[in-house]
């Protein structure tokens, strides 16, 4: 089985995807509506990930995120996977995300209205 490494752990690409899915669903829920990543004018430029206890294929996890720094063309987010049951972080992902013009093929600044829903749902100063 793929998703598995050879201790039965949750392999740490498989972590990704549920990063990946934590992300999208942090973005639906601020934004108030269905994330096409196809036409999404935000990509994720730096992903890194701290590995602080085994996943096993049976735990049941959360994933929680928060962005927590932003700039003009960029911003900062962090990510945890934990127990539901016992609480314990079992990984840290932090990354960085950026404006994006698909046209251009080039960074953008972020949108004014996904920086004011994100400031207000984080509690941050724009």
Known sequence: MSDLDPFAHVNNGVQ???FDYGRSCYFE???GEQIDWLSMDM???HVDMDF???IKVHDQ???ETAIYEFG???FKMVQRLKSAVTGQVKTICHSVLSGFDRKTEQSAPIRADYKR???EFEH???
């Open 29 to 31: 829920h601020v934004f």
């Open 16 to 18: 990704c995807n549920y």
């Open 72 to 74: 003009n063309k960029s």
């Open 61 to 63: 996890i959360v994933c």
């Open 124 to 126: 941050l100063e724009l």
């Open 117 to 119: 829903k994100i400031a």
């Open 52 to 54: 602080r206890g085994p």
């Open 43 to 45: 990509v994720l430029v």
